[in-house]
């Protein structure tokens, strides 16, 4: 069974780091390309980051590019998201979603989501 | 980026309604179209990509049409645990973009 349990999510004032990972299980993890996607409170879905299966290609929405960075742990099955100079806007709720190497941005499995608050 | 719009934003709809939801993108991308299930506190879910391709799981009600920039997602007949936000999606370029969501509620 496809598992994907994303942590790191909390409390931080404007300005702020932190960093999300997203725990893999129930696949060959290296094979499949990861995404993180965002919803913020009441709102809909923004996709935020893509990373290939060995880590060498990273994409990013134009609102988080320069702030953050996408990685990934192959040996650990394991995906991050470093956050830096966080804003308000970027409340939300974060989600890792798993693609395929030949469907990018076609999300077939979910994990259950962090939530980031940014505020003082 | 690509712009997809949904109509309506929401519908209020009886359990055995015919249900169409509505995408229209700003501009053309073939079939990279796929469609997400969202209930309250969970995760979104994949039911239908390549416009009308089935997701593995996903009930037959659910049938999804259209190409170039125009797609429609259709369930034949409402149950109950339909009820949700449903999602359109182009995964034709980067960055992928969603459209607003329609909230399917009950009448």
């Known amino acids: 069974e496809v598992q994907l349990l994303e942590s790191g999510g909390g409390l931080v004032q404007p300005g702020g780091s932190l960093r999300l990972s997203c725990a893999a299980s129930?696949?060959?993890?290296?094979?499949?390309?990861m995404n993180w996607v965002r919803q913020a409170p009441g709102k809909g879905l923004e996709w935020v980051s893509y990373?290939?299966?060995?880590?060498?290609?990273?994409y990013y929405a134009d609102s988080v590019k320069g702030r953050f960075t996408i990685s990934r742990d192959n040996s650990k099955n394991t995906l991050y998201l470093q956050m830096n100079s966080l804003r308000a806007e970027d409340t939300a709720i974060y989600y890792c979603?798993?693609?395929?190497?030949?469907?990018?941005?076609?999300?077939?499995?979910w994990g259950q989501g962090t939530l980031v608050t940014v505020s003082s | 980026d690509i712009q997809m719009t949904q109509s309506p934003s929401s519908l209020s709809a009886s359990v055995g309604d015919r249900v169409t939801i509505t995408c229209r993108a700003s501009?053309?991308?073939?079939?990279?179209l796929n469609w997400y299930q969202q209930k309250p506190g969970k995760a979104p879910k994949l039911l239908i990509y390549?416009?009308?391709t089935l997701q593995s799981g996903v009930p037959s009600r659910f049938s999804g049409s259209g190409s170039g920039t125009d797609f429609t997602l259709t369930i034949s007949s409402l149950q109950p645990e339909d009820f949700a936000t449903y999602y359109c999606?182009?995964?034709?370029?980067?960055?992928?973009?969603f459209g607003q969501g329609t909230k399917v509620e009950i009448k």
């Open positions: 979603a798993t693609a395929h190497s030949t469907a990018w941005y076609r999300f077939i499995y």
């Open positions: 990373i290939n299966g060995n880590g060498d290609t990273t």
């Open positions: 390549t416009a009308f």
């Open positions: 999606q182009q995964s034709y370029t980067t960055p992928p973009t």
């Open positions: 501009q053309t991308f073939s079939n990279y």
């Open positions: 129930g696949f060959t993890f290296s094979s499949y390309v």
